[in-house]
């Protein structure tokens, strides 16, 4: 089976600090896929990032970064100076390559203080 | 482009009443199709999926059903609402190929009283 855990539930940063999020991941496949979506108030999802199992390179788009490590099975990512339209809650997810079902960690929630 | 479109938006039901959530996709053919549900405060669970008309895989037991009766439209029902069936509902889609990651519909907050 396959689970998804982000142990930050809450977390608050003063505007233009750093702030990385957590999510750590279980499953047995060999091949799967790993995805950040934002979730702002409004309620929609925002695909942020798919990543390929056999893919480690970090990833960096303006002001986002991921660190996936297979070794620790984590897959976190990192925002630089932080901006108030960064609030919002964040999904780790993952998926295998059949029929790709996501599988969801419980969110992070991110308020970024101005 | 591609666009997922849900409604409603918002909808208020008593309990026992029935329900139809309806989502269509634009811009592509033969897309897969998938039902989430947001409960307060939690993650999301994958309910239904479909990968062809008529095709629905349910992934939880529950008190509700999806339909597929065309290429790109996906319906969430249920004949009798319960309370534990209030929730943000999101419709998502994928290619046939899974050559690109989900992308969701804006979801409908349905809340059961």
């Known amino acids: 089976a396959q689970k998804v855990t982000q142990a930050q539930t809450e977390i608050s940063v003063v505007e233009k600090e750093d702030v990385t999020l957590d999510c750590v991941y279980e499953?047995?496949?060999?091949?799967?896929?790993l995805f950040w979506y934002k979730q702002p108030p409004s309620g929609e999802l925002v695909f942020l990032i798919r990543?390929?199992?056999?893919?480690?390179q970090n990833e960096i788009s303006g002001r986002y970064s991921w660190n996936f490590q297979k070794s620790t099975s984590s897959f976190n990512f990192t925002i630089t100076a932080s901006q108030v339209v960064d609030s919002a809650v964040y999904f780790c997810?993952?998926?295998?390559?059949?029929?790709?079902?996501?599988?969801f960690g419980t969110g992070t929630r991110l308020t970024i203080i101005p | 482009s591609q666009t997922i479109h849900q409604w409603p938006a918002t909808l208020v039901q008593p309990v026992g009443s029935p329900l139809s959530l309806e989502c269509t996709v634009e811009g592509t053919s033969n897309p897969n199709l998938y039902w989430y549900r947001q409960a307060a405060g939690r993650g999301l669970q994958l309910l239904f999926y479909?990968?062809?008309?008529?095709?629905i895989s349910s992934e939880v037991p529950q008190n509700l059903s999806a339909s597929r009766p065309q290429d790109r439209q996906f319906i969430l029902s249920s004949k009798k609402l319960l309370l534990s069936d209030s929730g943000f509902y999101l419709c998502?889609?994928?290619?046939?190929?899974?050559?690109?990651?989900?992308?969701f519909g804006d979801g409908t907050r349905l809340s059961i009283l």
């Open positions: 990543r390929n199992s056999f893919d480690e």
């Open positions: 479909s990968v062809g008309i008529g095709q």
């Open positions: 998502a889609w994928t290619g046939s190929t899974f050559d690109q990651p989900q992308h």
């Open positions: 499953t047995r496949d060999t091949t799967y896929y």
């Open positions: 997810a993952l998926s295998g390559t059949i029929n790709e079902k996501l599988t």
